[in-house]
């Protein structure tokens, strides 16, 4: 009999946490992020091919399973990702618009008047920085520069003439060419485009001399034999290409890093926020994700809402007084 009264709790007992589950599993659902059957949208404001888009497209596909969700990727090139960012602070803030964004790039459009940017650092709701890509710069194969030096003279011999193609106008390898310019009192000729995918085209078909890309666009190439790359803009030789010399150690004093992530309008719901930052870290986490970017050149480097706000301040105190001398003439 008391054995009887016992599997009688027992399956009461196991009855009513099911219940309970069902309940709270509703009132997720209903009050939860994201709704069930409603997509999600990711700007990728630069052209299809490069970095930034190859990134967001291996994200896109690894939070579907998590958000049990759609997760699209739509490409608004233009004005180094000006364009795409003005159409995502014009959305609405409920998570269903997001964008990536690369920091110090974006700080440069509102840094800048001339651009008339609609938005500053205070329009974005940062979601989580996904990875990081040093800018570099190569040349082809059979070009007489050989070393960031014989660049440079070449610049000094004959100013503004040396052609150098970026991803668009004060993105982060454009900056890395201006710093350098500066750093080394020359002048280049850059050739900007909507994207790096178009700028490593120039580049393979001879339109211009130099390519001012992120390690990822230069790292096939390399091994290929097709590029030569005359250094990396960091800190550190990039583990992608580490018989390349930083060009701080070549004399110059040039850092110039991408922090790619994704934002959400200003004003997105704190609990919106906490879900997509969650899923994109999980993602982030994965040692199969780890390996997909790294075999494009791309260095895993997750951070938080607060750890990437904090890069894009430090990032904006750095850019505020010499903006006005890297603005090209």
Same mark, same amino acid.
């Given at each position: 009999?008391?054995?009887?009264?016992?599997?009688?709790?027992?399956?009461?007992?196991?009855?009513?946490?099911?219940?309970?589950?069902?309940?709270?599993?509703?009132?997720?659902?209903?009050?939860?992020?994201?709704?069930?059957?409603?997509?999600?949208?990711?700007?990728?404001?630069?052209?299809?091919?490069?970095?930034?888009?190859?990134?967001?497209?291996?994200?896109?596909?690894?939070?579907?399973?998590?958000?049990?969700? /759609?997760?699209?990727?739509?490409?608004?090139?233009?004005?180094?990702?000006?364009?795409?960012?003005?159409?995502?602070?014009?959305?609405?803030?409920?998570?269903?618009?997001? /964008?990536?964004?690369?920091?110090?790039?974006?700080?440069?459009?509102?840094?800048?008047?001339?651009?008339?940017?609609?938005?500053?650092?205070?329009?974005?709701?940062?979601?989580?920085?996904?990875?990081? /890509?040093?800018?570099?710069?190569?040349? /082809?194969? #059979?070009?007489?520069?050989?070393?960031?030096? #014989?660049?440079?003279?070449?610049?000094?011999?004959?100013?503004?003439?040396?052609?150098?193609?970026?991803?668009?106008? %004060? *993105?982060?390898?454009?900056?890395?060419?201006?710093?350098? *310019?500066?750093?080394?009192?020359?002048?280049?000729?850059?050739?900007?485009?909507?994207?790096?995918?178009?700028?490593?085209?120039?580049?393979? *078909?001879?339109?211009?001399?130099?390519?001012?890309?992120?390690?990822?666009?230069?790292?096939?190439?390399?091994?290929?034999?097709?590029?030569?790359?005359?250094?990396?803009?960091?800190?550190?030789? #990039?583990?992608? %290409?580490? #018989?390349?010399?930083?060009?701080?150690?070549?004399?110059?004093?040039?850092?110039?890093?991408?922090?790619?992530?994704?934002?959400?309008?200003?004003?997105?719901?704190?609990?919106?926020?906490?879900?997509?930052?969650?899923?994109?870290?999980?993602?982030?986490?994965?040692?199969?994700?780890?390996?997909?970017?790294?075999?494009?050149?791309?260095?895993?480097?997750?951070?938080?809402?607060?750890?990437?706000?904090?890069?894009?301040?430090?990032?904006?105190?750095?850019?505020?007084?010499?903006?006005?001398?890297?603005?090209?003439?």
């Amino acid at each position: 009999m008391r054995r009887f009264h016992c599997r009688v709790c027992i399956a009461v007992t196991a009855a009513i946490q099911l219940l309970l589950l069902g309940v709270c599993g509703t009132v997720a659902l209903a009050e939860g992020f994201p709704e069930q059957g409603r997509p999600i949208t990711i700007i990728v404001p630069y052209a299809p091919g490069g970095a930034t888009d190859t990134g967001a497209r291996l994200m896109a596909a690894a939070l579907e399973p998590l958000l049990h969700t /759609s997760v699209q990727v739509v490409n608004r090139a233009g004005a180094a990702s000006q364009v795409g960012l003005t159409q995502l602070v014009r959305s609405k803030p409920d998570g269903y618009t997001l /964008s990536y964004v690369v920091v110090p790039t974006v700080v440069t459009h509102y840094l800048d008047p001339a651009r008339q940017a609609l938005y500053t650092r205070s329009s974005f709701q940062p979601i989580a920085r996904h990875f990081t /890509s040093p800018a570099m710069l190569a040349v /082809s194969a #059979d070009s007489p520069y050989h070393t960031l030096k #014989d660049l440079v003279e070449a610049a000094r011999a004959h100013p503004g003439t040396v052609t150098v193609s970026d991803s668009g106008l %004060m *993105g982060v390898p454009n900056l890395c060419t201006l710093m350098l *310019g500066h750093a080394a009192g020359v002048q280049f000729a850059p050739v900007h485009f909507d994207g790096g995918a178009p700028s490593i085209t120039a580049l393979l *078909g001879g339109h211009v001399e130099v390519l001012a890309g992120g390690t990822v666009d230069g790292a096939p190439y390399k091994k290929t034999g097709q590029f030569r790359v005359l250094g990396v803009s960091d800190e550190q030789p #990039d583990w992608s %290409m580490p #018989d390349v010399p930083t060009m701080r150690a070549q004399g110059y004093d040039v850092i110039a890093v991408s922090n790619t992530g994704v934002v959400a309008p200003a004003g997105t719901p704190p609990n919106v926020v906490a879900a997509l930052t969650n899923a994109m870290k999980t993602v982030i986490a994965s040692p199969e994700h780890q390996q997909k970017l790294r075999a494009i050149a791309l260095t895993p480097a997750y951070l938080d809402p607060t750890g990437y706000t904090k890069v894009w301040i430090d990032n904006e105190n750095r850019l505020t007084p010499i903006i006005a001398t890297l603005r090209p003439p």
